[in-house]
């Protein structure tokens, strides 16, 4: 029983981490003064190579993974990114009331993009413990 409890805890570590991982870097966009833009390709490109630079950068620190079990780990990879753009997307539409240049879609998108990135890299190339 404990160490089903043990593994419980550490995959809800890392996906924490890894969901609220993006969301510094949107807090920026609250003081927008021009609209966003309707094409968000390069954005989003930009937003997963940062994941991925954070994801290496962490690699150098924590070699190691918190999740042991393949199968949470395949979780974590698959339902970190939607958690992350979800959790991005409210706070852009909260936002967006006060500021009517900001665009929440968007904002799932560029949070997706960098927690994918990020959760990528450390699937790839983290070791488990």
């Not at 550490?10 to 991982?21: D, K, P, T």
């Not at 994941?51 to 393949?70: P, Y």
């Not at 979800?86 to 927690?115: E, Q």
């Amino acid at each position: 029983m404990e160490e089903l409890l043990i593994i419980i805890f550490q995959f809800v570590f890392e996906f924490v981490l890894n969901v609220l991982s993006g969301i510094p870097f949107d807090w920026p966009s609250k003081n927008r003064r021009t609209p966003e833009p309707e094409s968000i390709f390069f954005e989003c490109f930009l937003w997963f190579c940062g994941g991925c630079l954070l994801a290496g950068i962490s690699l150098l620190m924590f070699k190691h993974t918190l999740i042991s079990i393949s199968a949470l780990r395949i979780v974590n990879l698959a339902l970190a990114p939607i958690v992350s753009g979800m959790i991005s997307k409210s706070i852009a539409k909260r936002r967006s009331l006060d500021n009517k240049f900001i665009v929440p879609r968007n904002h799932f998108w560029y949070a997706f993009w960098f927690t994918l990135g990020l959760v990528i890299i450390r699937f790839t190339y983290a070791m488990r413990a």
